[in-house]
């Protein structure tokens, strides 16, 4: 029997015969029953249908993907709901996965009656002659899937830009910056500024950057200071002189910082530099000023304190000596003066470099009042010749300095014969010539005619020696050159400056 042997009434008597057919096909009823609840409210959408896709059933939540009934969707043919792209690809699938016993997946494109599309996972279960499909809403999935590859494009995309701006702070940084390998010694990376100031060398043979560690640390042996940084210090400062292939020396300001992995051991050393020759020279240039303004300035400080005791010491009860010493006194007072005012003046020069106060500046009214603020030796003539129209522009003040200067100059070492002052256009700049039949300049005295306090360029030389050392400086601040040219007698200085037309 079906369910066992029957038990014994409780009475004694024997159970009445029992209809197991029928307890058999209520069973069934109910398991059916089951089954169909169980289907109708699945929260997937369950169809099914014949093995070449015709809908047999389908429950409520296939009703409410499609949005149409279920009864109507029953006879249709399943891949009626499926994009037309994707229809082929579906039904190969399909006759494929309805072999009895076959459980597949499949993801495609379904639309709704609407024409709206949505993703869905497919699962097709095949029994002897029908197909249980299992159809899952993918759409939400698909959209956090996609949010998700575009959040990452995004991350990709900020940490790209942030590479990108780290990059050109690395490359566009105004000292040099080089990266060298903690085991190999080897340089891993320079940025513009550090290939700019390396390129006297060929690669690999810049003096202490590359090769093997040298014994006994920073040093002589180790000018970049690599072997602290590697050492875990951090150096800030050091100054480094190399000399380049051509035979040049260039002194650099090194800094080195260790670079250290995430477990804190040091992998490389960064470095940092700058060239600071030409602040070097500068330096050394002020040393020798202020060496040469000492000297200057204690010449006539010596006269007058030497004339001062005299004076005191008695010659100031006679009359000759004392009016003697009094003049001695006044004559170095104004040397001392002129001396002040030259360094004062270059000082100014200096200073002023920047923000100039830029005009259009006539030439031909400020030259007549130069020379008639000059004084010339008797029988020595003074000629001016500028065009109204020739002009320049640069700043009045520097550039009256810089021309009174040179015509001081010629009127100081020409002793007859004349001064000649020239103006003329050439293209974009303004020639100016002040020519003299003075002495002349030697040759081996050329090349120094502009510096600082130097005296030794023309005999008779008297002043501070600035007046053309301000006026080169002066002529440079206004963006132009003052050259000392070649001349059949006498010295002839040449003004370049940028010209102005004036109507």
Not at 149 to 159: K, T, Y
């Amino acid at each position: 029997m079906l369910f066992g042997e029957p038990k014994p009434a409780v009475d004694g008597s024997e159970d009445e015969d029992v209809d197991e057919p029928a307890l058999l096909q209520a069973a069934l009823a109910q398991e059916a029953e089951r089954y169909r609840i169980v289907y109708e409210l699945a929260p997937i959408a369950l169809i099914t249908t014949d093995p070449v896709g015709k809908v047999l059933e389908a429950n409520s939540t296939a009703a409410d993907y499609f949005q149409i009934a279920a009864k109507f969707l029953v006879g249709k043919p399943i891949l009626n709901y499926v994009v037309p792209e994707q229809r082929r690809a579906v039904r190969v699938w399909m006759l494929g996965s309805s072999r009895p016993g076959v459980d597949d997946h499949f993801t495609a494109r379904l639309r709704r009656r609407s024409g709206v599309s949505f993703d869905a996972r497919l699962r097709v279960t095949a029994f002897a002659d029908e197909l249980l499909w299992a159809i899952v809403d993918a759409t939400a999935e698909r959209q956090a899937e996609e949010a998700l590859w575009e959040l990452n494009r995004e991350l990709d995309a900020r940490v790209a830009a942030q590479a990108g701006e780290v990059r050109a702070v690395y490359e566009q940084f105004p000292s040099g910056i080089a990266i060298v390998d903690g085991a190999t010694r080897a340089v891993r990376g320079l940025n513009r500024r550090a290939r700019e100031l390396l390129g006297h060398w060929p690669a690999g043979a810049v003096p202490g950057l590359e090769g093997p560690p040298h014994e006994g640390g920073a040093g002589p042996t180790d000018p970049w200071q690599i072997g602290r940084a590697l050492a875990g210090e951090r150096v800030a400062g050091a100054v480094t002189r190399l000399l380049t292939p051509e035979g040049q020396l260039v002194v650099l300001e090194v800094s080195a910082i260790p670079v250290r992995e995430d477990g804190g051991s040091v992998v490389a050393a960064a470095l940092t530099f700058d060239d600071i020759s030409e602040r070097r020279q500068r330096d050394l240039a002020d040393a020798e000023f202020v060496e040469n303004a000492a000297h200057q300035l204690r010449t006539p400080i010596t006269a007058i304190s030497i004339a001062a005791a005299a004076l005191e010491a008695g010659a100031k009860n006679e009359e000759d000596e004392r009016e003697r010493f009094i003049a001695h006194i006044a004559r170095e007072s104004d040397r001392l003066a002129r001396v002040i005012d030259a360094l004062l003046g270059l000082a100014r020069l200096q200073r002023g470099g920047a923000g100039l106060l830029v005009a259009i500046v006539p030439l031909a009214p400020l030259l007549e009042e130069i020379v008639a603020d000059t004084d010339v030796r008797a029988g020595v003539e003074t000629v001016v010749d500028c065009a109204d129209g020739v002009a320049v522009v640069g700043e009045g003040p520097m550039l009256r300095e810089a021309i009174a200067n040179v015509v001081q100059n010629a009127a100081a070492h020409t002793r007859h014969g004349s001064i000649r002052i020239t103006a003329v256009l050439e293209g974009e700049h303004t020639i100016l010539e002040v020519a003299d039949t003075g002495p002349g300049v030697p040759a081996a005295a050329r090349e120094r005619i502009f510096e600082r306090f130097y005296q030794g360029g023309r005999s008779g030389a008297r002043g501070a020696g600035l007046g053309l050392a301000i006026a080169a400086e002066a002529v440079r601040g206004n963006h132009g050159t003052l050259e000392l040219v070649d001349s059949a007698n006498g010295a002839t200085f040449r003004f370049t400056l940028p010209a102005a037309r004036l109507r």
